[in-house]
């Protein structure tokens, strides 16, 4: 086992780190984490949705929703080459590769135009989670012709025009060509690049949505690979990629009368994280209240409060649970063990697979399992999933703590 740590912590993790800020693959990350907020107002806007369910008169607040989180798709292609052109240290054109996004998105996704009454129309799903993808590939490729063209510039930089002046002569060929593309393909050749590019990737979604998908990227993401101190965020892009268009895939669905069928979606994934990655709550509470090390439980008490909101970063890092070979082994088995119970459990129809944006993932389990589900089985399941828990942690917790009670009386003596 120590083998194995020391090749993760020496070898392997400073790998995985290193792709992980790849500028490609890091503008990815900051777009979707500048998108955030407007998931949340998503969210909320479910949240007042479930009161206007018990509240007659309350007003309907889904607009709220439309403008927002089903907006995020046309927001990524914006935000993506502004960050590309961020990470490769061009700044003074981010904002031109943001606008030449939005424009090259907006025709990639096939418009409807008038020319009679000067009217154009869009199909709304493309806007939103439904078009991530294509959003994504937009996005590096508008962000790909910006980066290339960078050496030939108009204005050199010793020219005595003034800079924001350089930078429109210098971002005119570019533009043109990225909006040329878009032009040829969609306008002259009638090629839906919206369609073509969900129909490529459709067997990669499709495997994410499979069980295995389910299992092996949440395990990887909130287990395996956290338990060695690699942050959940380097598989967040593709882990996003599979969640957020397969909600909107629910939502349509719901919509026009059909049952949900994805379930790797974040609002069901978040139900196994209590107390954060790991199912970790059940462990802060036997090292707050039943460890007989004062060690132990200083730091469980230090991370009650957090965990409640799922945040386990503290117990994580300072019990520790990364790289200890003890509680590394519970961990991995409540990270297998999770994914499985919420497949078996919304695959059978006892809890319902969510089919509304809800992203407060901080929310306390119990609340977060009836809020995203609709239902008391969502509740039940976070705490048959709590219990089970329990049962893994408890023998490997009655053996950490015995070590570091005797760690603990080593130390006072020494002193």
């Given at each position: 086992?120590?083998?194995?740590?020391?090749?993760?912590?020496?070898?392997?993790?400073?790998?995985?780190?290193?792709?992980?800020?790849?500028?490609?693959?890091?503008?990815?990350?900051?777009?979707?984490?500048s998108g955030m907020p407007l998931i949340l107002i998503g969210s909320f806007a479910t949240i007042l949705g479930l009161v206007k369910d018990y509240v007659p008169g309350f007003p309907d607040f889904s607009l709220l929703n439309t403008f927002s989180f089903g907006l995020f798709s046309l927001f990524l292609a914006y935000l993506i080459p502004e960050a590309i052109?961020?990470?490769?240290?061009?700044?003074?054109?981010?904002?031109?590769?943001?606008?030449?996004?939005?424009?090259?998105?907006?025709?990639?996704?096939?418009?409807?135009?008038?020319?009679?009454?000067?009217?154009?129309?869009?199909?709304?799903?493309?806007?939103?989670?439904?078009?991530?993808?294509?959003?994504?590939?937009?996005?590096?490729?508008?962000?790909?012709?910006?980066?290339?063209?960078?050496?030939?510039?108009?204005?050199?930089?010793?020219?005595?025009?003034?800079?924001?002046?350089?930078?429109?002569?210098?971002?005119?060929?570019?533009?043109?060509?990225?909006?040329?593309?878009?032009?040829?393909?969609?306008?002259?050749?009638?090629?839906?690049?919206?369609?073509?590019?969900?129909?490529?990737f459709s067997p990669l979604t499709h495997l994410g949505q499979s069980f295995w998908g389910l299992w092996i990227l949440t395990f990887l993401a909130f287990g395996f690979l956290y338990s060695f101190g690699i942050s959940t965020w380097v598989l967040m892009p593709i882990i996003y990629t599979m969640e957020l268009p397969g909600m909107a895939q629910n939502q349509?669905?719901?919509?026009?009368?059909?049952?949900?069928?994805?379930?790797?979606?974040?609002?069901?994934?978040?139900?196994?994280?209590?107390?954060?990655?790991?199912?970790?709550?059940?462990?802060?509470?036997?090292?707050?209240?039943?460890?007989?090390?004062?060690?132990?439980?200083?730091?469980?008490?230090?991370?009650?409060?957090?965990?409640?909101?799922?945040?386990?970063?503290?117990?994580?890092?300072?019990?520790?649970?990364?790289?200890?070979?003890?509680?590394?082994?519970?961990?991995?088995?409540?990270?297998?063990?999770?994914?499985?119970?919420?497949?078996?459990?919304?695959?059978?129809?006892?809890?319902?697979?969510?089919?509304?944006?809800?992203?407060?993932?901080?929310?306390?389990?119990?609340?977060?399992?009836?809020?995203?589900?609709?239902?008391?089985?969502?509740?039940?399941?976070?705490?048959?999933?709590?219990?089970?828990?329990?049962?893994?942690?408890?023998?490997?917790?009655?053996?950490?703590?015995?070590?570091?009670?005797?760690?603990?009386?080593?130390?006072?003596?020494?002193?």
């Amino acid at each position: 086992m120590q083998n194995v740590i020391d090749w993760m912590t020496d070898s392997f993790a400073p790998r995985v780190n290193k792709i992980a800020k790849n500028p490609w693959l890091d503008a990815i990350q900051q777009s979707i984490l500048s998108g955030m907020p407007l998931i949340l107002i998503g969210s909320f806007a479910t949240i007042l949705g479930l009161v206007k369910d018990y509240v007659p008169g309350f007003p309907d607040f889904s607009l709220l929703n439309t403008f927002s989180f089903g907006l995020f798709s046309l927001f990524l292609a914006y935000l993506i080459p502004e960050a590309i052109m961020n990470l490769k240290k061009h700044p003074e054109i981010s904002k031109q590769a943001g606008l030449a996004g939005l424009a090259f998105f907006l025709m990639l996704i096939f418009p409807k135009l008038n020319g009679k009454t000067g009217e154009i129309s869009f199909y709304l799903g493309s806007l939103g989670t439904g078009g991530m993808i294509a959003a994504l590939v937009s996005g590096l490729f508008v962000g790909f012709v910006m980066n290339s063209f960078i050496k030939f510039k108009l204005v050199k930089d010793d020219s005595t025009l003034p800079d924001f002046i350089a930078v429109w002569f210098n971002t005119i060929f570019p533009i043109i060509v990225i909006l040329l593309v878009g032009w040829l393909f969609t306008f002259q050749l009638k090629i839906n690049l919206f369609t073509v590019i969900n129909q490529f990737f459709s067997p990669l979604t499709h495997l994410g949505q499979s069980f295995w998908g389910l299992w092996i990227l949440t395990f990887l993401a909130f287990g395996f690979l956290y338990s060695f101190g690699i942050s959940t965020w380097v598989l967040m892009p593709i882990i996003y990629t599979m969640e957020l268009p397969g909600m909107a895939q629910n939502q349509a669905a719901v919509a026009s009368g059909h049952a949900a069928q994805n379930i790797f979606v974040s609002e069901a994934v978040v139900l196994t994280l209590i107390g954060g990655a790991g199912v970790t709550l059940s462990l802060c509470i036997m090292m707050a209240f039943f460890a007989k090390s004062e060690r132990l439980r200083v730091i469980g008490k230090a991370s009650f409060i957090p965990s409640i909101f799922n945040i386990n970063e503290p117990l994580v890092f300072g019990a520790p649970i990364a790289f200890n070979p003890i509680l590394m082994v519970p961990f991995w088995i409540n990270t297998a063990i999770a994914p499985i119970l919420l497949w078996v459990s919304m695959k059978s129809g006892i809890v319902p697979i969510p089919h509304a944006p809800f992203q407060l993932w901080y929310m306390p389990s119990p609340a977060m399992g009836w809020l995203v589900t609709k239902s008391i089985t969502g509740v039940v399941f976070v705490l048959l999933l709590f219990a089970i828990s329990w049962a893994v942690y408890y023998p490997f917790f009655r053996i950490y703590d015995k070590q570091a009670v005797e760690q603990d009386a080593s130390l006072t003596e020494e002193n």
